[in-house]
Structure formats: C-alpha cells, structure tokens
C-alpha cells in the first residue's frame, strides 16, 4: 500500500524538476518497476522498465532493461547517458 498526499506522483516530481533545473524534456530518464511508475516514464523524454517491472510498465516503456537485481538502472544510465 502507499499512501500519498492527493496530487503527489513521481510524474509530477520529475516535471517540477524538470521545470525548475530547466532540463529540455529529451533530456530526462525515468527507470521503474512498479505500476506507480507509469506515469512517470510517460512523462519522461526516455522512459524505462526493469526487466522484472509489471508488465504494463515494460509494454509502454521506452525500453526494457535488465531487472533490478541483474544491474538494469546501471544499464539504462550506460545505455541513455542522458
């Protein structure tokens, strides 16, 4: 369960700081695993899912990576460099 305050996302989070360091929307990654990570590598230039993330993740991301235990966010960085 997770319990956030109403209007909190990790989409919104990368958007404000996005907006706030002034990074170009192409600039961003966004690597997830979970369901809650959706909106987020929707929201991001390159959105990514850990090879073990639900299967929705991996179907809308960008690219699908290694899981988490095999060294996929050293993966995306390595293989995005953004």
Do not use: C, S
Request: charged share 15%.
């Amino acid at each position: 369960m997770e319990i956030t305050h109403r209007g909190v996302t990790k989409a919104a989070a990368l958007a404000f700081l996005r907006d706030y360091f002034k990074v170009p929307l192409a600039a961003t990654l966004a690597i997830g695993d979970g369901g809650n990570d959706l909106p987020m590598i929707q929201a991001a230039g390159v959105g990514v899912a850990m090879g073990n993330g639900a299967a929705a993740l991996r179907q809308a991301a960008d690219a699908v990576v290694a899981d988490n235990n095999a060294g996929g966010v050293a993966e995306a960085i390595n293989r995005f460099g953004i």
